[in-house]
Each structure stands twice: as C-alpha cells, then as structure tokens.
C-alpha cells in the first residue's frame, strides 16, 4: 500500500513551510491587486471567483475517485482520470460560455466586465486539470504538491507584475496572472508525473466513479449552497461589502494553511488506520494555528491598513473569520478520519444503498445543515434589515463562526465513531498558554501600519512563541529537528 510509504509529518512539513513562505508571495500580489484596481473592481474580482466555483463543482468528483483507488493499487487510474476530467472540463466551459451574459443580468454587474468574466474560461479548465493531477499525487507523492505551491506563487507574483505593473492591465491583468501562473504549475505537475499517465484508459472503472459521484454531487451541491451567502452578500449588500469580505478572507485564510500540516493523513487513512497518527496530526495544527489565529487577532487593524487604509473598518470581520480558520483547520482532522476509514469503496460494487448509509454522506449532510441555516437567515436580514456594507459583512462573518462550531463538535463525535483516538488536551493548554503570553507582547508593542514594520513585529512574535513553546513541548522540539533534517536533506539532494 502506498500508504505505508507516506511520511507525515515530512509531507505536512514541507507544504506548511512552503505555505508560509506563500505566506509573503500572497501578501505581495494581494497587495499588488488591492493598490492597482478600485474597490468596486476587487468586488466584482471576488464575485468572479465566488460565480466560477459554480462552473467548477464536477472538479473534484473524479480527482476524489482516482485519489483512492490509486492509494489502493489500481493501476491505469491516473491516465483514466485525467482523460475524464478533461471531458467534464469542457462540457462546463460550454455551460459557463453560453451563461455569461445572463449571469451579469442577473447579478447586476455592468456589461463592461463582460471580457473580464469571459476570461474566466480558461481558470475552470485549469482547475479541472490541476484537481486531477494533484490527485495522483496525493496518495504517493503528496510533498510534490508543496512544490507545486510554491510554483504557484512565485508564478503569481512575478507574472503579476508583469501585467498589472508592467503592462498596466488593471483587473483582466489580475486574471491573466491567475491563469498564467496555474498554467506554470499544471505543466510543473506533467514534468514529474508523466509515466503515470501514460496507462490506458479503464472505462470500468470511469462507470464506477460516476456511479459513486451521487455522494461528490450531494456534497459539492451542499457546499455551493452554503457559498450561495457570499452571492446574496455582494446582490443586496454590493461591491464594497464583498470587498470587505475578501479583503479580511485573504488574511484569515493564512490561519487556515496550518490544516496542510494534516494533508497527508487522508491518504496515510485509507491504507492503515492509527491512531497516533491522528493525535501527532492534531498537535502539529494546533501548534501553529493557535498562535496564527490570535496573531491575526491582535495585528487585525495594521493588517488591514498595508492591504488599503480603506479596509480599515473591517477589523471586527478579520476577527471573526480568523476564528472561523482556526475552527476549520481543527476540522479538517475530522474530516480526515471519516473520509480516511470509510471503506465503501474497497468493494468491486458499489450500491447506492450502501452510499446512503455511508459516513461519507453523512459527513456532506453537514454541509446541509450548515447552509440551511446561513442562507436563509443572511437573506432575511439583508432582504429585510437592509444594512449598510459593513455590518451586513459583519454579519456574515458572525453566523459563519457560530454555525462553524456546531459542526466541528458534529464532525467529532462522527469521526471519534470511526477510529479511537485522543485529544493532545496537555499540548493544547501548552500552545493557548503561550499563543496568549505572545499576543500580550505583541498589544504593548506600538505598530506602524507599514509592511516592513508589520513584517517585523510578525517575525517577533513567533519568535516569543516558539521560544516558550520549545521550552515546554518535547513535540516541538522534535519537529523542530526533523525541519532542520529535512531542510539539510534537500539541500544536500539539490547539490548532488
């Protein structure tokens, strides 16, 4: 079993660390976006992305697919994955192509942004094609993906001053950048996996996938239902309220990037079930997305202000969905165990009965749940409250946090049901206690809303953390070693 060959906290490691090094890759293209476009063009740049996720919902069925059957062994998965996915890719830029023109009617978005959601074309098919290729990897190489990160990003950047500096291209220059930089790392991806996908097609095992995608369908519909908030947001509430939004979202997903430090359980589940594996997976997150949760709480305003000082006044959003990024990357833990130990699909048939009955549609059922109580209620209250942009975004990002809570409880008790593990409760105590010794430093040390000096105060107070934490955690000090093997490991690689 691939499995077994999986290191996990090596394969955590090396795509959290490059994730924290996107860390300043993003800050510097979300900056170049947020100084080079006006606030109502990063509003309808946001709603691009939320309208393109509907055009992207088949992405992840068959990637999901391929991801276990080739943890499991099956051969000629990866090429008969690719080849499908491509399909799907097409037949939902065919769907998005013909709708364009309804869906800027229908959102009210003037028709000078036609080009702009015409270009989006060629961001579904990438994701398309990105989905499946990451999926191979995942199960065998899952590290490659934190190289793929960095590709990514370092494209992002470099192709963003290309054509939003350089060429002065405004918005349809940010999404040439996107595009750009995705198709830098898709042909990253091909370089280092294409002996996989040089097998044959199994059409067998293509019937098998759709036949099981009722459970990816149940739950990709869940979840843009849920992401149907964000629309309503930016119908009743504007540009500037979805602005807002993306602005404090951009920021607190940075708290979310410590869930990589779990990534590679998934794959790790689907091969053997450990339980310590669960507990060290545990620990690792909550080492760093205590710590970056409340960093982000602390700094909220000068965060902002380096993005625009107009962001200013949404401190009070960027709290709440830090919070919610902390809540989530505990989550994914969860949801980690449910998808891992499900065994639904190790049998040759797979009954829709069985599927019914499964941990897997009753984890997507969550999802459900959780939007049947956003939605509706960010309806009555925009459609009826009429709020102003800001506290309608408040708003948003309170219910979020509430409704976050009850389903992470929700995913505990499910996936404590499926494999016997413990909560590092001592580790806990460990990083909450220093994370708040950290962030009482960081309140009484004065802040200049300057990138440099943000950076600074950044860097201070993980070192104040770190140092606490290494004083108390023999799990920090481990990892703390194994980073600087792995760091020499790969230079040495490199040179040789």
Partial sequence: MSGSRIRLRYSGLMLFLFR????????????????????????????????????????AIIPF?????????????????????????????????????????????????????????FLIVENHIQAVLEAIFYPKRPEMMAFGLLVLEIGKVSLGFLFIIGFRMGLIGVLFSLIASYLVQILFYVRGIRREILGRIRWDYAKRWFKASLINIYGIIGGRILMFANILLFVYSGE???????????????????????????????????????????????????????????????????????????????????????????????????????????????SYRKMIGSRLFLQQTLTYAQAAVIVPLMYVILAV??????????????????????????????????LRFDIP???????????????????????????SMVAVKVLFGALVYFSLVLLVDKEARKMLKMTKDFASREISEKLN
């Fill in 20 to 59: 924290l090094l996107s860390v300043g890759t993003g800050l510097v293209f979300t900056l170049l976006v947020t100084r080079n476009i006006t606030l109502e063009e990063y509003g309808v740049y946001s709603n691009i992305g939320d309208t393109l996720s509907y055009f992207t919902l088949a992405s």
């Fill in 65 to 121: 697919w391929v991801t276990r059957f080739t943890a499991r062994g099956r051969q000629d998965s990866p090429k008969t994955g690719l080849i499908i996915n491509l399909l799907v890719a097409l037949a939902s830029t065919a769907v998005y192509l013909i709708t364009i023109p309804n869906i800027l009617g229908i959102l009210q978005v003037s028709s000078k942004y036609f080009l702009t959601y015409f270009v989006g074309v």
């Fill in 240 to 350: 500037l309220a979805r602005a807002y939004y993306g602005a404090s979202s951009a920021i607190a997903s940075i708290v979310g990037y410590s869930s990589s430090l779990s990534f590679a359980l998934y794959p790790k589940l689907l091969s053997e079930a450990n339980p310590s594996d669960v507990s060290s997976s545990l620990k690792m997150i909550l080492m760093f997305a205590l710590p970056m949760c409340i960093g982000a709480i602390v700094l909220s305003e000068p965060l902002l202000l380096i993005l625009n000082p107009l962001y200013a006044v949404a401190k009070p959003i960027l709290i709440l969905l830090s919070i919610n990024a902390l809540l989530s990357a505990a989550s994914s833990v969860f949801d980690s165990i449910i998808s891992g130990t499900e065994r639904l699909d190790a049998d040759e048939e797979i």
């Fill in 385 to 418: 409250g009429m709020p102003d942009a800001l506290t309608a975004t408040e708003y948003l990002a309170l219910i979020n946090v509430l409704t976050n809570l009850s389903i992470i409880v929700s995913k505990y008790v499910i996936a404590s049901r499926c």
């Fill in 425 to 451: 409760w001592v580790s806990l105590i460990k990083y909450l206690s220093a994370s708040l010794v950290m962030s009482l430093v960081l309140y009484l040390t004065p802040t200049l809303a300057r990138l």
